[in-house]
């Protein structure tokens, strides 16, 4: 069984649209933790809808590739996904495999640990949230490090509802 992390945002109808992707993903693996679920502003895009973006931390057989084109993929086509050539597009869920045990690779369209990490307090904060010792393979930094030198201005707890989504996906088994 591999411990993986799943980053997650959205910026169309997020609040629907985030809680659909954890039910769908407790369905399909067995949720471990959801980390605490933050409003962002856009990437470079001021004028777009702000993100809610977590971390969940999943358990799964599934190797990578099936993980992100088995799992991931299809919840993103079933919440209306529309991927183009614009990276910053608002979007209805994002669904990005963002760490895989141990593992470190840089295949296909795979890479792992995601480099984001590193420069995404979104993804770097609740991630340490979730996995305080981590030491991310590859770079070997620890996830604390990471976080703490981060800036998290700009990140809004949602505590209320990051309680109701760890409620739900407690009631969902797979």
Known sequence: MARAFIGIGSNIEPERNVRAAVRSLAQQARVVGISTVYCTAALDRPEQPHYFNCVVEIETEAPPAEVKHGILRPIENGLGRKRS???HAPRTIDLDLILY???A???EDI???DPEILERPFLAIPLFELA???VLAGYDLPIGEIAARLPQDGMRALE???RLLREEAGRVRC
């Open 101 to 103: 045990g141990d593992l």
């Open 132 to 134: 305080p010792d981590l």
């Open 111 to 113: 890479r792992l640990p």
């Open 85 to 87: 050539g614009d990276k």
């Open 105 to 107: 690779m840089d295949a």
């Open 160 to 162: 209320d509802y990051t």
